[in-house]
């Protein structure tokens, strides 16, 4: 996650469960990116920060961080719903809980369909107001 100083200083923090990183690469330092996964969005160094989500698996772990996350943008980059990043009931959520504020397309592999989406928190009044 990232938090911006008035200067437009961007301190990022970054996270990775390792998953999915080959075994025998698991022990290589990684200076920049600590060990963690949903559990750390609990914690008071998240508040305030940007959550970003890139090219998560297609199982229910972007759905899992984007239900423990409290802020307020979202920036998300991978495919759609159908594709390979993300489940249905993510991008469920995402639909009913969040607006997008800005498309920024990318230059994928041959066959790829990512982009960057930037999206701002829908709040309970208007999810009411619109039916959602």
Same mark, same amino acid.
């Given at each position: 996650?990232?938090?911006?100083?008035?200067?437009?200083?961007?301190?990022?923090?970054?996270?990775?469960?390792?998953?999915?990183?080959?075994?025998?690469?698991?022990?290589?330092?990684?200076? $920049?990116?600590? &060990?963690?996964?949903?559990? =750390?969005?609990?914690? %008071?160094? +998240?508040? !305030?920060?940007?959550? #970003?989500?890139?090219?998560?698996?297609?199982?229910?772990?972007?759905?899992?961080?984007?239900?423990?996350?409290?802020?307020?943008?979202?920036?998300?980059?991978?495919?759609?719903?159908?594709?390979?990043?993300?489940?249905?009931?993510?991008?469920?959520?995402?639909? $009913?809980?969040? &607006?997008?504020?800005?498309? =920024?397309?990318?230059? %994928?592999? +041959?066959? !790829?369909?990512?982009? #960057?989406?930037?999206?701002?928190?829908?709040?309970?009044?208007?999810?009411?107001?619109?039916?959602?």
């Amino acid at each position: 996650s990232a938090a911006a100083d008035a200067d437009g200083h961007v301190d990022i923090v970054a996270f990775d469960d390792g998953s999915e990183v080959p075994e025998a690469l698991r022990d290589l330092p990684a200076p $920049s990116v600590s &060990r963690g996964g949903v559990e =750390v969005l609990q914690q %008071p160094l +998240a508040h !305030g920060r940007t959550l #970003l989500l890139v090219y998560p698996p297609p199982d229910d772990m972007a759905l899992r961080c984007l239900k423990e996350y409290r802020g307020e943008t979202f920036i998300y980059v991978g495919e759609g719903r159908g594709g390979y990043n993300g489940d249905s009931a993510f991008f469920d959520l995402v639909e $009913s809980a969040w &607006r997008v504020k800005q498309v =920024v397309p990318l230059r %994928p592999f +041959a066959g !790829g369909h990512e982009k #960057l989406y930037l999206l701002k928190r829908r709040h309970a009044w208007i999810r009411g107001w619109l039916g959602r």
